[in-house]
């Protein structure tokens, strides 16, 4: 079952000022020109917290699970000083030192390990976490990343928080270039219903307004509405029944996918009745970082088998 730690991305607002170097470089797409950071250099994040860097960060702790792999994509691993629990990817995480949960992390075990930058992000109840780095003078830097979007200007802004090293500039290309696939994507004019479904007791799907459901509108799928502007809800089997998916999707571990067959066994909707049951390792595209374009690819997969019904 999905654990909402180790996944919290609802719809947040973007940023409002990075810094003049991030504001005057934020081209839209092609080749983009990098200056290295010049130190020392003012960064402000999503908050609208400013945090000066006096040389490029040795000792970075990341809050959250997709900030870590962003990290390591980035060739800045060997930077990374700790990480939360729920950080698991890629494996070299697991020799780093723990500190805790996302949204209540270890505070101690966090000045123990000496930071000069502590990465997270909004996302989740961690602002007053936030506030209590700012009063302990611990340099802390908070993204919002709630869209495919937000994941490049992310890995761009971190980027730059390491002083835009040769290496890190070559994988944010690699990855704007995925980016720019996925926004290539002709969306069709008909819409396959689509139910991704986080866990099965109670059944918690993705909305409209959820990350999952701005990738499923892209690749040609429709959510579930939202209740209340939510980005998950709960759905009983009789709102599934009329909502009849025509795809669903399990994004889950592999061990509780008989779990989850075993509740959607016998509802009466198109997708089980036509065996578009797919399942999806739910890190792919419920944490927002680089591997999510890789979900994307086996999700446009679904979709090519689902509409061979229709």
Same mark, same amino acid.
């Given at each position: ?28 797409y ?13 960064? *402000?994040? +999503? ?7 006096? @040389? $490029?960060?040795?000792? #970075?702790?990341? %809050?959250?699970? !997709? ?13 990374i000083?700790?990480v ?38 909004s ?18 830097f *908070?993204? +919002? ?7 490049? @200007? $992310?890995?761009?802004? #971190?980027?730059? %928080?390491?002083? !835009?090293p ?73 709102? *599934?029944?009329?909502f ?7 994004? $889950? ?7 989850f ?11 089980v ?8 390792d ?13 979900g994307?690819e ?13």
């Open positions: 079952m999905i654990n909402k730690q180790a996944a919290i991305f609802c719809p947040s607002i973007w940023f409002m000022a990075l810094s003049i170097f991030l504001l005057s470089s934020m081209k839209a092609g080749k983009e020109n990098f200056q290295k950071i010049q130190y020392p250099k003012l960064f *402000i994040d +999503s908050y609208g917290n400013s945090v000066k860097l006096e @040389k $490029s960060p040795e000792r #970075i702790i990341s %809050l959250a699970p !997709n900030i870590t792999e962003i990290l390591f994509y980035l060739g800045a691993g060997g930077k000083a700790g939360t629990d729920f950080c698991d990817f890629p494996a070299e995480t697991s020799l780093k030192p723990k500190i805790g949960g996302i949204e209540n992390p270890n505070i101690e075990k966090i000045v123990s390990l000496k930071p000069d930058l502590v990465i997270g992000i996302q989740g109840k961690v602002k007053p976490f936030v506030d209590k780095l700012k009063s302990l003078k611990i340099n802390q *908070i993204l +919002s990343i709630s869209t495919v979007e937000d994941i490049l @200007k $992310s890995s761009k802004i #971190i980027a730059a %928080l390491m002083g !835009n040769e290496q890190s500039l070559v994988r944010y290309e690699e990855l704007k270039k995925k980016f720019e696939d996925f926004q290539n994507i002709k969306e069709t004019p008909s819409k396959l219903r689509t139910l991704i479904l986080l866990s099965y007791n109670p059944i918690f799907v993705a909305t409209k307004n959820s990350f999952e459901g701005s990738l499923i509108a892209k690749l040609g799928g429709i959510a579930p509405d939202s209740i209340a502007g939510e980005g998950y809800i709960i759905m009983g089997k009789e709102m *599934i029944m009329d009849n998916p025509e795809l669903i999707i399990i994004a $889950s571990h592999k061990k509780e996918k008989e779990r067959y075993s509740v959607l066994k016998g509802l009466k909707v198109k997708a009745e036509n065996n578009l049951v797919f399942k999806i739910e890190n792919l595209i419920l944490r927002p970082g680089p591997r999510v374009f890789y994307i086996e999700i446009k997969n679904y979709f090519r088998k689902a509409r061979a019904y229709h």
